[in-house]
């Protein structure tokens, strides 16, 4: 019976790590989908035939965030490819063990069949039971022969079983060859497109260096706007909270800690509904959508950025720039009220406060909300312009009142 009891759980081991390897290979299998559609919806967002400066460089920043998306999906086929290998190992161990432990058990059924074709005539049945020095062990005799007839036939039930789960075993692990195969096409075809996109890089790096003291000038003033364009929002948030903070001490509330220094800048001061937002606010930390609707590129980091390919050429980025698609809109990244619009070289800027959380979306073409609307997360906000270079780029930002955060931390890019 000891045996009997070893064998099931064996089986049920061998069983669940058939189910958790096939598990395993549909979760990568999975993942790569994901990335592979992630990866195809970005690349309509390359083709450019500006042949301007700017045009050429928002091709080249687009073409860079597409590069490092490449590189990360070659190097996840990689890792897929090591997974895949252990995984053979395991399924071929598992086999071997399998293949020892079912010629043991047919070793024994052919013994017990042997033992069980003696015993089993009417004679020597009879023999053994009268035998018997009395009654009761006569009695438990013919039990013993009854439960001897059971396990033997359980015994062959799971010998058959157990053939059954080696042929799964051979079945997967062929699958799991074939899914390797086909994993390692799809390495080589993702790493020819790569090149592909490094050669194309290459010659826009090229072509660009010749006019390397251009672009720096044009860049060194486009850094003075965003500068100045930052400014005016941290402007915009301080005039919000002195403005609430003047309002708090004129109906006498929080007196105490209210100041008449206008060099320190005041906190948010939170109602109860503000802190149970700000508090589901951090904790989707990471999880936040992204801003924009459809295909996106995520064409510029926030901080510094350096211009691919061309020396000392950098700026300094308060958000992240997202490209989208041609009719994309700007959406909400979580529930807020819609704290201030204001308009910027023909478009508009919309902030949107999420209790001490706030959301800044910049160069929408037109609005689908107003001050003081309440907003819910993926609501749109309005629909992203075309750029200087021709592209529907937004740039978002995200702030803890005056303090700028990195949206990479928060939005699940």
């Known amino acids: 019976m000891r045996r009997l009891l070893y064998c099931i759980i064996a089986s049920l081991v061998i069983t669940l790590s058939y189910a958790q390897s096939n598990q395993k290979v549909k979760?990568?299998?999975?993942?790569?989908?994901?990335?592979?559609?992630?990866?195809?919806?970005?690349?309509?967002?390359?083709?450019?035939?500006?042949?301007?400066?700017?045009?050429?460089?928002?091709?080249?920043?687009?073409?860079?965030?597409q590069i490092k998306k490449q590189k990360q999906f070659v190097s996840q086929l990689d890792a897929d490819v090591k997974a895949i290998d252990r995984e053979l190992k395991s399924i071929e161990s598992q086999m071997a063990t399998l293949q020892t432990e079912l010629e043991r058990r047919r070793e024994h059924y052919a013994h017990a069949l042997?033992?069980?074709?003696?015993?089993?005539?009417?004679?020597?049945?009879?023999?053994?039971?009268?035998?018997?020095?009395?009654?009761?062990?006569?009695?438990?005799?013919?039990?013993?022969?009854?439960?001897?007839?059971?396990?033997?036939?359980?015994?062959?039930?799971?010998?058959?079983?157990?053939?059954?789960?080696?042929?799964?075993?051979?079945?997967?692990?062929?699958?799991t060859r074939e899914a390797k195969r086909s994993l390692l096409a799809k390495r080589v075809?993702?790493?020819?497109?790569?090149?592909?996109?490094?050669?194309?890089?290459?010659?826009?790096?090229?072509?660009?260096?010749?006019?390397?003291?251009?672009?720096?000038?044009?860049?060194?003033?486009?850094?003075?706007?965003?500068?100045?364009?930052?400014?005016?929002?941290?402007?915009?948030?301080e005039a919000e909270l002195r403005a609430q903070e003047?309002?708090?001490?004129?109906?006498?509330?929080?007196s105490e800690t209210a100041t008449t220094d206008k060099k320190e800048m005041p906190a948010y001061k939170e109602s109860a509904a503000d802190k149970k937002l700000t508090g589901s606010f951090?904790?989707?930390r990471g999880k936040l959508p992204v801003p924009v609707t459809g295909p996106y590129l995520l064409t510029s980091r926030y901080g510094i950025n350096y211009v691919e390919g061309l020396k000392n050429v950098k700026f300094n980025n308060h958000g992240?720039?997202?490209?989208?698609?041609?009719?994309?809109?700007?959406?909400?990244?979580?529930?807020?009220?819609?704290?201030?619009?204001?308009?910027?070289?023909?478009n508009y800027i919309v902030m949107v406060r999420h209790g001490q959380y706030?959301?800044?979306?910049?160069?929408?073409?037109?609005?689908?909300v107003k001050k003081g609307d309440k907003v819910k997360i993926h609501q749109s906000l309005g629909t992203v312009?075309?750029?200087?270079?021709?592209?529907?780029?937004?740039?978002?930002?995200?702030?803890?009142?005056?303090?700028?955060?990195?949206?990479e931390l928060w939005i699940s890019f």
Do not use: W
């Open 189 to 237: 075809e993702e790493k020819k497109v790569l090149d592909k996109q490094l050669e194309e890089q290459n010659k826009l790096v090229a072509g660009l260096k010749k006019k390397q003291k251009e672009i720096s000038n044009r860049i060194a003033q486009q850094q003075r706007e965003r500068d100045k364009l930052n400014a005016e929002i941290e402007r915009i948030i």
């Open 320 to 346: 992240v720039d997202v490209r989208g698609q041609e009719g994309c809109s700007a959406r909400a990244v979580f529930d807020g009220t819609v704290s201030f619009i204001f308009e910027h070289s023909g």
């Open 27 to 65: 979760e990568m299998e999975g993942q790569r989908h994901k990335i592979e559609q992630q990866l195809a919806e970005s690349r309509k967002l390359l083709s450019s035939t500006q042949k301007s400066v700017e045009g050429q460089l928002a091709q080249l920043s687009a073409l860079s965030a």
């Open 246 to 254: 003047a309002r708090q001490k004129k109906d006498g509330k929080d």
């Open 114 to 175: 042997q033992m069980m074709t003696h015993k089993n005539t009417f004679e020597n049945k009879l023999m053994f039971l009268l035998s018997a020095d009395s009654f009761n062990q006569m009695v438990r005799r013919m039990r013993y022969l009854r439960e001897y007839s059971g396990f033997q036939q359980q015994q062959g039930e799971l010998l058959i079983e157990q053939q059954q789960e080696l042929e799964n075993k051979r079945i997967e692990l062929e699958h």
């Open 358 to 368: 706030i959301s800044a979306y910049f160069n929408l073409a037109t609005l689908k």
């Open 282 to 284: 951090e904790s989707n």
């Open 385 to 407: 312009a075309a750029d200087a270079s021709g592209n529907h780029t937004m740039q978002f930002q995200l702030r803890k009142d005056t303090q700028s955060l990195n949206p």
